[in-house]
Nanobody
Framework: QVQLVESGGGLVQAGGSLRLSCAAS????????MGWYRQTPGKQRELVAT???????DYADSVKGRFTISRDNAKNTVYLQMNSLKPEDTAVYYC?????????????WGQGTQVTVSL
């Protein structure tokens, strides 16, 4: 079964950096499009960044120029490098992949990792 395990969250001051990692198992990773989402209490989960199997990337406007998503297919891992962090980046960050199965696309999520940015 597909498992996604995030790590790298923590507490950082505004302007600082963090790198999140997501290790995948139970999937042919090089064929899996990957993404990072985030969620704060009372709000819907929002897309942060995506990376295709070919390495094409896309970002939410709020993180463009500050965050970088990348993948290492040899390590079955996707990363999110977060620079110039702001308090509004505080959220639980989730790793995601969507894979075909049973005639429809199925979303898989990690358990999430907390990122807290202080003033």
């Amino acid at each position: 079964q597909v498992q996604l395990v995030e790590s790298g969250g923590g507490l950082v001051q505004a302007g600082g950096s963090l790198r999140l990692s997501c290790a995948a198992s139970g999937v042919i990773f090089r064929l899996a499009p990957m993404g990072w989402y985030r969620q704060t209490p009372g709000k819907q989960r929002e897309l942060v960044a995506t990376i295709t199997v070919n390495g094409n990337t896309d970002y939410a406007d709020s993180v463009k120029g500050r965050f970088t998503i990348s993948r290492d297919n040899a390590k079955n891992t996707v990363y999110l490098q977060m620079n110039s962090l702001k308090p509004e980046d505080t959220a639980v960050y989730y790793c995601n992949t969507a894979l075909p199965g049973g005639g429809f696309m199925r979303n898989y999520w990690g358990q999430g990792t907390q990122v807290t940015v202080s003033l």
